[in-house]
């Protein structure tokens, strides 16, 4: 079936840490890959996207790159500000499926000044 | 901007109740998710609806039914509520069922059933 995983968390940075949530997925297709982002008290909010091998989505500081070899898409972000504190989530989607989303289980961010 | 607007943020129900959640999107899009958010679960797929009266179950959709009447409005209700309904209740919408429609959320309604 198709599934996303996530690295466990709550993961607990210092401002200015370099930052990687690790993400993977098993899919019978050719997805395309998202990262949306939740902060405190708020809904989903689209981050950034991949539709493609080798594509590199990227938004306010944060990239993550498709690796169709390692099926992984890891969320990267150079120095990380105490308003990243929030719940990320690495998502799939698949031309068959409709527009489905299938989102892994979300990675808790704190940062810490 | 699109706006996706959900009736309650907050909500507390008994088991057994009748319960109404009201999704509202202001961008005329084809297309309304419902989904439960659960912690170390991420979230799964309830229901969702391409068109006025249509809709299509989702992943877990057992306990729950849905209505959309008019294309702005998606509604989620849970027949006779249960304890283990208690959850995060999001909805989203978008513009069509191609991968590249960015699905938009509204804030959830966090749902205790006592």
């Known amino acids: 079936g198709n599934s996303v995983t996530q690295m466990e968390g709550p993961v607990t940075l210092s401002e200015e840490a370099f930052l990687t949530i690790n993400c993977t997925y098993t899919?019978?297709?050719?997805?395309?890959l998202f990262w949306y982002v939740q902060y405190p008290g708020e809904g989903l909010q689209l981050l950034l996207k991949?539709?493609?091998?080798?594509d590199k989505g990227s938004n306010k500081g944060f990239e993550a790159t498709y690796r169709k070899e390692t099926t992984s898409f890891h969320l990267e972000k150079g120095s990380v500000q105490v308003s990243d504190s929030a719940v990320y989530f690495c998502?799939?989607?698949?031309?068959?499926?409709?527009?489905?989303?299938?989102f892994g289980q979300g990675t808790e961010l704190s940062v810490k000044p | 901007d699109v706006k996706v607007t959900q009736s309650s943020r907050y909500l507390v129900k008994r088991t057994g109740e009748k319960v109404f959640l009201e999704c509202v999107q202001d961008?005329?899009?084809?297309?309304m998710f419902w989904y439960r958010q659960d912690p170390g679960l991420g979230l799964r797929l309830i229901y969702f609806?391409?068109?006025?009266?249509?809709?299509e179950k989702g992943d877990i959709p057992e306990g729950y039914s849905v209505s959309r009447e008019k294309k702005e409005r998606f509604s989620l209700i849970l027949e006779s509520a249960s304890t283990n309904q208690t959850s995060m209740y999001l909805c989203?919408?978008?513009?069509?069922?191609?991968?590249?429609?960015?699905?938009?959320f509204g804030p959830g309604t966090r749902l205790t059933v006592l």
């Open positions: 961008m005329d899009h084809e297309n």
């Open positions: 609806s391409y068109d006025v009266k249509m809709k």
């Open positions: 998502a799939l989607i698949l031309y068959n499926q409709g527009g489905k989303l299938i």
């Open positions: 991949a539709t493609k091998a080798d």
């Open positions: 989203a919408s978008s513009l069509g069922t191609g991968v590249l429609n960015e699905q938009f």
């Open positions: 899919a019978t297709g050719y997805p395309s």
